[in-house]
């Protein structure tokens, strides 16, 4: 898990385009979902981590946003994730 607020924009761009960041979060709603989300742009800088995968966003109690992975958060909803 890297936090947004401890990273320079410039070093965010460089691991988002060499596919080192997947996915990103909220820290306080504990929900995951793409970088191109318009519900994950509107978040606080602060509020914000960003994940190397879903897996890495599972295994730290995250879940799936209902916007943007619709199919994988209905997964999660009926409990087979």
Not at 7 to 14: G, K, S
Not at 18 to 34: A, F, M, P, S
Not at 52 to 59: C, G, P
């Amino acid at each position: 898990m890297i936090l947004h607020s401890e990273l320079e924009d410039r070093i965010l761009w460089h691991k988002m385009r060499h596919r080192e960041i997947i996915v990103g979060g909220n820290v306080k709603l504990k929900i995951y979902g793409t970088l191109h989300c318009t519900s994950g742009k509107r978040m606080k800088r602060e509020n914000r981590v960003f994940f190397r995968s879903e897996d890495d966003a599972i295994t730290y109690g995250y879940r799936p946003c209902a916007h943007c992975m619709r199919h994988t958060y209905q997964k999660w909803k009926n409990g087979l994730i």
